[in-house]
DNA sequence: CACCAGGCAAGTA
DNA sequence: TACTTGCATGGT
């Protein structure tokens, strides 16, 4: 393939070519993806999709009766998904943040007609930037890159941006070099996730048959 | 057995 | 400001 005009498309075209579309987020709706993305911090998918069941399961998974639960209920439905009593408040500080400020109506915070969605998830505690710009970019379908420890493992390894790059340089970054567009931003995050599980592991520095193999010469 | 997984906040000096 | 620690289940 030819050489894209910038290092960050180049990237991004690799991973499409050699994974393909990723089908994200993994959801089946804005609020599923919402509570999925408080349960995934720092946790695996495959557990956080077991306690994402028993919700299901239970018919809880939808904002009206999911608003009813008490921190402690929240907890006993979402134990496989690891750290259960600290995100069962999560959760319970983001719905009550959506009460507060959105009127307890879900869509007008998926619409985000006030227009300071990113401010009003950060100001709840539990909800740092990850949690936040995954929100808005997979439930609201707002333009904003995700960056996660994966983000900056696969990029630093690459030499493709600094050890040392914190996560409002990096997201900066991407947002400059890349043209805004949700579906391309969406894409992309969800290839980096599915390149660094299986080529960019923490405990395995080097991956001869990672497909991002070289990209920096 | 040790280490890791799609973070974040609170405590310490 | 710059580290360190707690939170917890389940897979490798």
Redesign the pocket.
């Known amino acids: 393939m030819m050489t894209q005009n910038n290092i960050y498309l180049e990237v991004y075209h690799k991973l499409l070519t050699h994974f393909g579309h990723q089908e994200?987020?993994?959801g089946e709706s804005p609020f599923e993806v919402i509570v999925?993305?408080v349960l995934?911090?720092?946790?695996?998918?495959?557990?956080v999709s077991?306690a994402i069941c028993n919700l299901k399961e239970a018919g809880l998974l939808n904002y009206d009766s999911f608003k009813m639960l008490s921190v402690d209920e929240i907890?006993s439905y979402i134990?496989?998904?690891?750290?259960?009593?600290?995100?069962?408040k999560?959760l319970r500080n983001l719905l009550d943040m959506i009460e507060q400020l959105y009127f307890g109506d879900l869509d007008l915070f998926l619409s985000d007609s006030l227009g300071s969605g990113r401010n009003n998830l950060?100001s709840?505690?539990?909800?740092?930037?990850?949690?936040?710009d995954?929100i808005l970019l997979?439930a609201c379908q707002q333009p904003t890159f995700?960056i996660?420890?994966?983000t900056h493992?696969v990029f630093s390894r690459h030499q493709l941006v600094d050890e040392e790059t914190d996560?409002d340089s990096m997201q900066d970054l991407f947002l400059s070099k890349l043209p805004e567009d949700v579906e391309l931003f969406n894409e992309y995050?969800?290839l980096i996730?599915r390149v660094?599980?299986k080529y960019c592991?923490?405990?395995k520095p080097l991956c001869s048959e990672c497909p991002l193999q070289g990209v920096n010469d």
């Open positions: 994200w987020w993994p999925g993305a995934t911090q720092n946790t695996s998918w495959c557990n077991k907890a134990r496989p998904s690891g750290y259960y009593n600290l995100k069962a999560r950060l709840v505690k539990g909800v740092g930037p990850e949690t936040a995954s997979y995700v996660d420890t994966y493992r996560y995050h969800a996730v660094a599980a592991k923490k405990s």
